[in-house]
């Protein structure tokens, strides 16, 4: 695996991980790859500085996963801060977004993979209206999207007590 520096054709910086270097050029060039701030798929490799690694108890926060959750409208556009965040900030954040996990998943239906089909089933009236979160390929999540259908990717901290 491997974790780039990427930046969007509007200034926003984010991280992505990816198989490996083929994989990344292979979904840039489907413009598979987008903006989670704007959605914008100009993007590109920003220049990265080497990670070092240190010890699980050194780090400040839980790596996370991120789900794609059927949502009523679209998500706010936030823009990405432009100074470092302190590290209660960054416990404040991640106490939320755990709240907003476990909300999730005790309101909603887990779809896992098939998010999209379910997504697409619920909006044709296929089937009966939920509240759903599952896994989508940011293609999915666009081709959802072009369809009228409401998605947003939320971040999915895993479990740290199992």
Sequence with gaps: MILYEL????GHGFEAWFRNSATYDLQHSAREISCP?????DVSKAPMAPRIGRSRRDEPYTRHDLKTVSQPTSPAIAEPPAEKIAPEQI?????KIAEL????AETCDYVGK???E???KIHYGETEHREIYGEATPSEAAEL???GIAVAAVPWLRRSDS
């Design 101 to 104: 996990n476990r909300h999730i």
């Design 7 to 10: 930046r969007c054709g509007a």
């Design 118 to 120: 379910e997504a697409r």
């Design 114 to 116: 098939a998010f999209a």
């Design 91 to 95: 416990r404040a954040v991640l106490t």
């Design 37 to 41: 701030f704007c959605g914008d798929a």
């Design 145 to 147: 999207q072009e369809e």
